[in-house]
């Protein structure tokens, strides 16, 4: 897992023009608790791997005189990060602030004296009150994704106590706080480079961001930071695109995103407002590229109703198609006219659609003589969940009504067919439409994050997320 995982929940992305988002997400206080913790066990990690170059070195030392020493074999057996803190700077960054850090140090200590005595043994290095104050920057790199790096790091080793053991051990006491100073300075020097190398680390994870994220064939779903994060003291704020696009070609729709705010929440880590203009844009996308029509023939009906897609069932309704058609099959196309519209309110996401019915009788031949063409217009409910980093949902039939478009047998009333449609809906188009939407689309996510104890709301004109996260891997 990278370091600061908190700012990989943060890498929400590249800067474009635009007037206002399609997402929002928000990461709190309890968010930002979780980043620090796995965090800190990384760079915890990443520090241990300090290494202290040898030490080697002449000193005068009374009444010996010149003694020629070393100091090798350098290694941490321990070092803790006891307290510390990453805070926001409004309008700035992050802060990261450690204190009361703690490493010690076990090596190989040698001596050579009055040119021919020589003498070894072994010491134990102990520094404490060790602090590191570091800035972080994030910035969005050339492909539209985040980078983080070290604006300037300060390192601090508070106090250093060093025991020697084993020969003459005494020489080294006489000397000691010379070299107590310069493990010191050999420390300090190693420790901000790793600060830096643990927080660049984070850039590999931090491009598995799902910027452009597929969702099947015909879409895709763009999540681009549309401006700079909006930081406060409790919380980091990101405006993300939101919008769908045909996977072949961008087309913006004939629509914008309209502003919407997020509540002040904080009891999860994380918020996602998703507003009505995403599924909206979602709808232009999949109306255009034909995805929202449908051919229904009888295979698709129970084999327990009475009701048959034949000339036979609807020659009793319109007795100009048994007539014309007899003992014949039929077919129907189902299709919208234009891309349905989203609203959503409190607790409520209503669905409009516009569209037709195209009745054809199959002919011997398999070609297709076309009957009546009736328009649709149509209301749904949806329900929304959340399942694993994916916004799903299904729906309901609230509403039906059908116009005679055009008809080819002669005229009749088209409420006479009220039921054989209403049935053709209920049992066939609505479980097709809501096992694409079973499936759902990909929320704005990086690498293996995955969403717990989630809350959806439906507000007005988006809906809202409350998650908790966790990483795994």
């Not at 700012?7 to 206002?20: D, G, K, S, V």
């Not at 060093?162 to 020097?189: C, E, M, P, T, V």
């Not at 232009?284 to 009475?306: C, E, H, K």
Request: hydrophobic share 40%.
């Amino acid at each position: 897992m990278s370091p600061f995982c908190l700012l990989a929940l943060l890498a929400l992305i590249p800067l474009t023009l635009a007037a206002n988002p399609g997402v929002k997400v928000k990461l709190t206080d309890k968010g930002i608790e979780y980043g620090k913790q796995i965090g800190m066990a990384s760079l915890q990690q990443k520090l241990k791997t300090i290494k202290v170059p040898d030490l080697s070195g002449t000193e005068k030392v009374p009444p010996i005189g010149k003694v020629k020493y070393s100091l090798t074999g350098m290694t941490i057996v321990n070092l803790g990060l006891p307290k510390s803190a990453l805070v926001l700077v409004p309008g700035t960054g992050v802060s990261l602030a450690i204190t009361n850090a703690f490493i010690n140090l076990h090596g190989n200590w040698r001596v050579r004296y009055f040119r021919f005595i020589q003498d070894r043994g072994s010491f134990d290095l102990a520094v404490n009150g060790l602090t590191i104050t570091a800035n972080i920057a994030i910035k969005s790199d050339e492909t539209g994704r985040p980078t983080v790096s070290t604006v300037n790091c300060v390192a601090n080793v508070g106090s250093a106590s060093i025991k020697f053991h084993g020969g003459a051990s005494w020489l080294y006491n006489l000397f000691k706080s010379y070299i107590d100073k310069a493990l010191r300075s050999a420390l300090q020097k190693q420790i901000c480079p790793l600060v830096a190398d643990a927080i660049t680390d984070m850039n590999p994870h931090l491009k598995t961001f799902n910027v452009l994220a597929k969702v099947d064939q015909y879409a895709e779903i763009e999540y681009s930071m549309m401006t700079s994060p909006t930081i406060s003291k409790s919380s980091i704020e990101f405006s993300l695109k939101g919008e769908f696009y045909n996977i072949v070609k961008h087309q913006e729709p004939p629509f914008s995103p309209t502003p919407f705010s997020l509540p002040p929440q904080d009891n999860n880590m994380l918020y996602i407002g998703v507003s009505s203009f995403t599924p909206n844009s979602a709808g232009f996308v999949y109306n255009n590229a034909g995805a929202l029509s449908l051919y229904v023939t009888d295979d698709m009906i129970p084999p327990s109703s009475p009701i048959r897609l034949n000339t036979g069932t609807f020659g009793v309704f319109i007795p100009e198609i048994a007539k014309r058609f007899p003992g014949m099959m039929m077919k129907l196309l189902v299709k919208t006219v234009k891309e349905p519209t989203i609203s959503l309110e409190p607790n409520n996401v209503t669905v409009q659609a516009s569209g037709t019915v195209t009745a054809y009788a199959i002919q011997p031949n398999t070609t297709l003589s076309p009957l009546f063409v009736l328009n649709m217009e149509g209301s749904v409910s949806a329900q929304l969940n959340v399942t694993g980093v994916k916004l799903a949902g299904a729906i309901t039939l609230n509403k039906l009504e059908m116009t005679l478009g055009t008809s080819y047998v002669g005229q009749f009333q088209v409420q006479s067919l009220d039921n054989i449609f209403l049935m053709v809906l209920k049992v066939v188009v609505i479980p097709k439409v809501n096992a694409r939407l079973e499936k759902g689309f990909p929320l704005p996510a990086i690498g293996k994050m995955n969403l717990i104890n989630t809350q959806l709301q439906v507000l007005k004109d988006y809906m809202l997320i409350g998650t908790d996260v966790q990483f795994t891997g």
